[in-house]
Structure formats: C-alpha cells, structure tokens
C-alpha cells in the first residue's frame, strides 16, 4: 500500500502518547495474557501497560535499553519483565494467540491449512553469540526461518545460524508447529527448498507436500511470483521494527522474542482496526 496522504491519515497514531504505545482497545487485546500480581509478597507497582509500551518503543526505535525515555518504567525493571516473559514463554503464547484471532475476522478457521515457507539472513552484532556464514549471501550472521499463512501471518519462527541451508533448517521450523497447526499439510517455498534431501525430512516429522514456485528466467526484470510474495511482505511488515534491521541480541532466545514483539505489534493494530474482536 503506498503512503498517499489518505493512507497516512487512516493510520496516523496521534492519540498516544509515542506512535509506539498501544491503544485501549490494543492493550484489551494483550493484558489478559499477562499473569496478575501475586497473591503473597509485596504488591506491584509496576504498571504493565507502561513495560510492554516500552518493550514496543525499544522494538520500534531500535534503541538500547539505557536509552529508554524517563517516563518510562526503570530499564532495569522493564529488561527483567521482558527476559521473565521470554523465559516463559508468553510473548511466543500472544503472537500466536492473535495470529489466530486475526484469522477468524478474516472468515478463516484458526488453525490454516496452507503456508509459505522462507528465510531471512542477517546480521549479528560485536556482542558475540552464536553464528555462521551465509555463502550465498555473503553474510556473517543468522538466519530467521519463518513459516506464514496465505494472509501473510506467522505461525513458526526459528533463529539459528546463517550457515545452515534453507532445506536443512526447514524441518527444524515445520516440526515446530506440528501440534500448533495440526491441518497444515501444504507449504510453498522457493528454490532453495528443492530436493530430496528435504522431502525424506518431512515424510519423518509429518505428512508434508511441498510445492516449490521457481522464478522464471525467462522474464526480464521484477516480477510478483505467486504465494511467495506473501512471506516477503511479512518479513517487510517486520522490518518496520527498526530492532530487527540487525541481530543485536547475544542469545538466540532473544532474538525470537524481539520478532515476536514485531509481530504481536502488526496484530493487534489489525485486530483492533474491527469493531468487534
């Protein structure tokens, strides 16, 4: 969709505080997933909102933790609210929580029964952790292997080295949402997914057919290739986040969590777009 001056004002997000902060009816969406204060012990005074508005201004911007605004929670009191949650699961839980959601406004069952496969190198930081050469690319770094439905919405997501094929890493993502999305049965991938080396992968994890959409060399310049063009826009939608232009995390658990964030991002702006969710 191209930024026309109608388009910006449909999406402009001037009633907040930052372009980043949810809005009431975006944090209706994600508070029920967030755990209540506990019965025992001191009472919270730390309002969630505010953590995971800051968690969202870290993802947009791209900023360090020490560089959050001051009307913001302590970074040492948001970075521990974001590491607890990772470690817990529950920012993976709420993307795919609201990916489902965002289906069935769509007129779709939740679970999808089709999806697009591909991957995305990049970058690491100086910070160390682990990672690989990308030949192809000629990128030192890792690689972002997700798995979207045909609206474009993820359902699998795995970081690992940029060394490690696309046919090899594949079926690390596909099991992964075996029990997830247990009616997706057909994927579309690209050239790099070929063989039979990944076939008799699949045929061990699951019933699998693959359906790989080449490019033709025949046709000179760009082209829109079927269903492929639907997991290239997610990973653009994505790139938005300017915390994903470049791996800047030590440890793979937190780069996951930071695509999620992305994520949960989109969908909650989708969702909250309908009047009724």
Not at 68 to 76: E, H, K, Q
Not at 234 to 243: D, E, K, Q, V
């Amino acid at each position: 969709m191209p930024w026309t001056e109608t388009a910006r004002r449909d999406y402009a997000r001037t009633s907040t505080r930052y372009a980043s902060d949810l809005s009431d009816r975006e944090w209706d969406l994600v508070r029920s997933f967030l755990p209540p204060p506990k019965s025992i012990g001191r009472p919270r005074t730390t309002d969630l909102r505010e953590v995971f508005n800051a968690i969202l201004y870290m993802a947009s911007s791209g900023c360090q933790w020490r560089m959050l605004p001051r009307d913001f929670p302590p970074a040492s009191t948001v970075q521990r609210y974001f590491y607890d949650w990772r470690d817990r699961g529950l920012i993976a839980t709420i993307r795919v929580h609201l990916a489902m959601a965002a289906r069935e406004l769509e007129g779709r069952e939740a679970s999808p029964t089709a999806g697009v496969i591909d991957s995305q190198s990049v970058k690491t930081a100086e910070n160390g952790g682990v990672r690989g050469y990308d030949a192809g690319k000629k990128i030192k770094g890792r690689k972002r292997h997700i798995v979207v439905d045909t609206l474009g919405l993820m359902f699998a997501l795995v970081v690992h080295t940029a060394d490690i094929q696309d046919r090899d890493g594949a079926p690390i993502a596909l099991a992964s949402i075996r029990a997830l999305c247990p009616w997706m049965r057909h994927i579309f991938a690209d050239g790099g997914y070929a063989g039979p080396k990944l076939r008799g992968a699949l045929d061990r994890i699951g019933e699998w057919t693959i359906e790989i959409v080449k490019r033709s060399d025949a046709n000179g310049g760009f082209k829109v290739l079927p269903k492929r063009w639907v997991v290239e826009r997610t990973f653009a939608w994505l790139g938005r986040c300017r915390r994903l232009a470049k791996d800047w995390e030590k440890s793979i658990a937190s780069s996951e969590a930071w695509i999620n964030v992305a994520h949960i991002r989109l969908t909650t702006r989708r969702i909250a777009r309908y009047c009724v969710y």
